[in-house]
């Protein structure tokens, strides 16, 4: 089971950013995915996930309205669109993957399933 982030880089405040997370060794169908960012000093925290079934998805406060997430099954990929990035949004994110949708939303972050590498998002100001 392999998860890849990508997209990262630096980009200006207000800039916008598309990560992608390749997803192989499961059937996507069946696993919820979320985003996960971690700056420097700080926990890990969610930023948006979304379900396997119905599409379902959830988004941090901070991002709802600037953050889009979405998954193409036949890809094995889901996105996550950033726009009008804040240097706040600065972080490694990282993508995750878990059979319920309510572990990847509001369960412990050592329960969820699989976790692929980080990538680097820098937002300057």
């Known amino acids: 089971v392999q998860l890849q982030a990508s997209g990262g880089g630096l980009v200006q405040a207000g800039g916008s950013l598309r990560l992608s997370c390749a997803t192989s060794g499961f059937t996507l169908d069946y696993y919820s995915i979320g985003w996960f960012r971690q700056a420097p000093g700080k926990e890990r925290e969610r930023v948006s996930c979304i379900s396997f079934i119905r599409g379902s998805t959830y988004y941090l406060d901070s991002v709802k309205g600037r953050f889009t997430i979405t998954r193409d099954n036949a890809k094995n990929t889901v996105y996550l669109q950033m726009n009008s990035l804040k240097p706040e949004d600065t972080a490694v994110y990282y993508c995750?993957?878990?059979?319920?949708?309510?572990?990847?939303?509001?369960?412990?972050?050592?329960?969820?399933?699989?976790w692929g590498k980080g990538t680097q998002v820098t937002v300057s100001s």
């Open positions: 995750a993957a878990d059979s319920s949708y309510w572990t990847i939303t509001s369960g412990d972050l050592s329960e969820i399933d699989y």
